[in-house]
């Protein structure tokens, strides 16, 4: 369902017609809260159902002898969760970040969304993935969809505006309704524990200033096995 779709859906159920006057509601009114439901039933799924579901990544190149790399934007504006190289291989390996400079790793966090890799820079130009947490983003056009949510799923944001517009005129939402959202909820958060297929038995390295990928590479079972020894 599109975004008009779910104006036609949200319309219908709170009886709302665009262009006639003496209504609780505007057209802007309507679109806002079908976007404020998107976004808080994402984030309860989240939170209930887990996070897997909403893993998404963005492709960048790290070009070769440039010391510092900006983030992509998507990634900055949401949950950064790990970086791969997959230069020559794919999948590739997860690269060790630190925090800071201190920890005499090459490669770290020169600020909130800027990479450093050492003085110089990687050897040959890198091509990398970063896995993030995926956010709601509102929908302008009406073909645009709520990708985060599939389209079984699309009532949930149906009911959820309704109720929530319902609230925002002082009128009771019925009870049919609220028992109706509550179900939807439950059925989303049942699709979303099951998560999606993720890559295991990555590969960790972490680049230091002698070899730039010559020193051979942990899994983490072994990393952790080391520790714990």
């Given at each position: ?108 966090w020169l600020d909130n969304r800027t990479l450093q890799w050492g003085e110089d820079g990687p ?58 959202l509550n179900e939807a909820r439950m059925d989303f958060w049942k699709e979303v524990s099951i ?35």
């Amino acid at each position: 369902m599109d975004f008009k779709g779910l104006q036609d859906e949200v319309s219908d159920w709170i009886n709302f017609t665009a262009g006639v006057a003496q209504q609780d509601f505007t057209t802007a009114q309507l679109k806002k809260a079908i976007n404020a439901a998107y976004k808080r039933e994402v984030a309860k799924a989240r939170q209930e159902g887990g996070s897997n579901f909403f893993v998404k990544y963005n492709t960048a190149t790290w070009a070769a002898s440039a010391s510092t790399l900006v983030v992509p934007n998507i990634v900055n504006q949401t949950t950064f969760l790990w970086l791969e190289d997959i230069t020559d291989n794919d999948p590739g390996y997860e690269l060790s970040i630190s925090d800071n400079s201190l920890s005499g790793s090459e490669l770290f966090w020169l600020d909130n969304r800027t990479l450093q890799w050492g003085e110089d820079g990687p050897s040959v130009a890198k091509t990398l993935r970063f896995h993030y947490l995926a956010r709601p983003v509102d929908m302008v056009g009406d073909s645009e969809i709520p990708d985060l949510i599939p389209e079984d799923f699309h009532e949930l944001i149906v009911l959820s505006a309704g109720v929530y517009l319902r609230f925002k005129a002082d009128e009771m939402a019925p009870a049919e309704w609220k028992g109706a959202l509550n179900e939807a909820r439950m059925d989303f958060w049942k699709e979303v524990s099951i998560g999606r297929p993720r890559a295991s038995g990555r590969t960790v390295r972490r680049i230091n200033a002698l070899s730039d990928y010559d020193a051979p590479s942990q899994d983490r079972s072994s990393i952790s096995s080391d520790q714990n020894t």
